[in-house]
């Protein structure tokens, strides 16, 4: 039987190898990782310039919703758009979902913009 302890740390469905900064593992205790439960589904705020998919994380019996928002500008242009917003786009925000999954505390909203991504507040 696997341990997972084989596994690189931070690597995720889509291929991100993210160094945690909130990794537990890096003190020595085992990390308790969120996992990716339901998703991406088509996600838009009312009066928000910008559209996206809500994703739902699970960590034992604790579910979350974590939206991941890309603003209309950033849909809207043809280039110069960060990678980190060009891989959000094409993964409907799974890429930025993977660099969550090791926080103790996954922020529940993710925007992007032409200059990149950020946890951000609701």
Known sequence: MSTGAERPRGRRKFGIIVPGKHDSSALGCPSVTWTIVG????????GVD???WLWEIKRGDDVRRVFVQVSGTAFAV???LAPETELAIATRGGSELDKILEEDEPP???SCTTAGC???EP
């Open 50 to 52: 910008g559209r996206g």
């Open 108 to 110: 529940r909203l993710v």
């Open 39 to 46: 998703g991406p589904v088509d996600h838009a705020e009312p």
């Open 78 to 80: 043809s280039q110069g």
């Open 118 to 120: 950020a946890a951000s």
